[in-house]
């Protein structure tokens, strides 16, 4: 038997995929795992920075006729705040990956919650336009930089501390509260920052037009023509006009300032809980597969951009949600041409976002009791979202007959159906690329969602292009998914590990699927 373990020669990818060993409770030899009840207060901190970074990134949208009136910005500068954010976590959320993977989650996340802590605080130094903008930009950047960990780590906290019938649950939590960051910023935006309230004013100019009049030559000497004697002629003229004058100047400026206060308490306080007590991983891992030695950061980056597998479910995640992501930050500008208010556009987006992240909790729950099923699920759900999308684009060019309840429907049709999947995306891409620390393999899907939503917020820098367009590229973007969910093939290696691994209590040996060499299949005992 050992000379047949001895000619297998066990490969280095395989070897990553033993677990290794400790000694279990009882003194000998075991996988030696454990559950520990603290995983839930660890999982409520890492939330709440997940919440309190979304809210800070869509700060200005729900509130965008307020913040140009008291800020002087225009529609491009709400949306290049959203997008100075974007960029900064696309040029940083690799290397905080692989300080993620070296130094662990708590020294990550004490590095996140400064950044964003310090970012919201700045921004309460003055609403004067010119400062005020530069440290909104400020804090755009350090919180992009600061959501690194939040929005990449879910699948890392999940693996770290939650056994497999947990795993997708804890990430869909992860990502309910970041969504909810991003929903709740709809509604508390617009209640604690009044909208702008105006008032019609008519004037009248009083004017003089200036006439001129060309009077006698002057002759020089030999009665040459040498000049004209010029005089003005004037007369008075009227004109009316009408202009509109915000009332409410003092009230939207104190108003802002509340709210921007609220933010930065949710940033101290998430610091403070980070500081208290968030450990980098338990004392014993909750499942084999946690246990298992990850593939070495560089090394595993470059075997993740080979894998063609990964590339599909990553773009089927990038694509659609990266736009949606954007797409709801700029809600209030999208619904403008109908007419339809910063109030009533908040709401649409809290209910959107607010059914969407609940969606993605019920659905990964299912998918944790009906293991190995995700790519059924994600293929359903962009089914509809192609429906709810294509609803929404002919409802808004009014190819039918326009109401606000059936935009409302379409609004959160939406929401369930392109956000419901996004933990399953997170999942199923760790699956695909198992033994890549789910770090790495979360960080290249954030950072491939950012790049998108970079190149839609960048459109909008293109003068006169209107609105349109954002509903079309929401759809496009449905209908691109599905293809990519329909050729992934589905592969369970990290949940395979799980189920397959056997501890004998008798011998304390134990035991994993691997494959061998030739590709097929063997066991080998440990």
């Known amino acids: 038997m050992s000379e047949k373990l001895d000619k297998m020669a066990i490969p280095e990818e395989v070897a990553e995929r033993l677990p290794i060993l400790g000694q279990s409770a009882e003194g000998g030899p075991g996988s030696d795992t454990a559950v520990y009840s603290r995983r839930w207060y660890v999982l409520v901190v890492f939330c709440l920075g997940s919440f309190s970074q979304a809210l800070v990134w ?106 497999p019938d947990q795993r997708a649950t804890a990430t869909a939590i992860v990502s309910f509260a970041n969504y909810l960051g991003v929903s709740l910023s709809f509604i508390i935006g617009p209640q604690m920052v009044s909208s702008p309230a105006y008032k019609t004013v008519n004037s009248t100019e009083n004017g003089t037009v200036t006439d001129t009049v060309r009077m006698t030559p ?118 403008k041409p109908l007419g339809i208010s910063q109030n009533t556009a908040g709401y649409m987006g809290f209910w959107q976002t607010l059914a969407g992240c609940t969606s993605g909790l019920i659905i990964a729950r299912f998918a944790d009791i009906f293991m190995k099923r995700m790519k059924l699920f994600l293929i359903t759900l962009f089914l509809g979202a192609v429906a709810s999308s294509a609803w929404f684009f002919i409802l808004w060019e009014k190819y039918i007959p326009f109401n606000l309840v059936s935009l409302y429907a379409a609004c959160i049709l939406i929401g369930i159906l392109f956000n419901g999947g996004i933990p399953l995306f997170y999942e199923i891409a760790c699956e695909a690329s198992y033994p890549i620390a789910e770090g790495v393999t979360g960080g290249f ?54 189920i397959t691994i056997d501890i004998k209590p008798s011998s304390g040996d134990l035991q994993a699927s691997v494959t061998t060499e030739d590709g097929e299949p063997g066991v080998v005992g440990v």
Request: charged letters at 10%; glycine letters at 6%; a positive charge.
């Open 218 to 335: 002057v002759l020089g000497s030999g009665h040459t023509l040498r000049s004209f004697h010029v005089l003005p002629l004037f007369s008075n003229t009227q004109s009316n006009t009408t202009h509109r004058e915000v009332m409410n100047k003092p009230t939207l400026i104190s108003d802002i300032k509340s709210y921007l206060y609220f933010q930065a308490g949710l940033g101290v306080l998430f610091f403070i809980l980070v500081v208290i007590y968030f450990p980098a991983r338990p004392p014993k891992p909750p499942s084999p597969s946690a246990s298992v030695k990850r593939t070495e950061y560089f090394k595993g980056l470059a075997k993740l951009l080979r894998n063609g597998s990964v590339w599909l479910i990553v773009l089927a995640y990038a694509i659609p949600t990266g736009i949606l992501g954007v797409w709801q930050s700029v809600l209030d500008v999208n619904l």
């Open 58 to 163: 869509n700060t200005w949208g729900p509130i965008t006729e307020s913040a140009e009136i008291v800020l002087n910005w225009q529609d491009s500068n709400i949306g290049m705040l959203a997008n100075y954010g974007n960029i900064a976590f696309m040029f940083t959320v690799l290397p905080m990956c692989y300080f993620m993977d070296v130094k662990g989650l708590r020294v990550s996340l004490l590095i996140c919650s400064f950044l964003v802590m310090t970012g919201t605080v700045i921004r309460c130094f003055t609403l004067e336009p010119v400062p005020a903008t530069w440290l909104a930009n400020i804090c755009a950047v350090l919180n992009g930089i600061g959501g690194s960990v939040p929005f990449a780590g879910p699948a890392a906290l999940s693996s770290v501390w939650f056994p």
């Open 445 to 498: 899907l954030t950072l491939i969602n950012n790049i998108v939503g970079i190149c839609f917020l960048f459109v909008m820098l293109i003068p006169n292009i209107g609105q349109s367009w954002m509903n079309e590229v929401l759809l496009a973007s449905a209908v691109l998914a599905l293809p990519l969910l329909f050729v992934f093939p589905e592969r369970y290696r990290r949940t395979d590990l799980d």
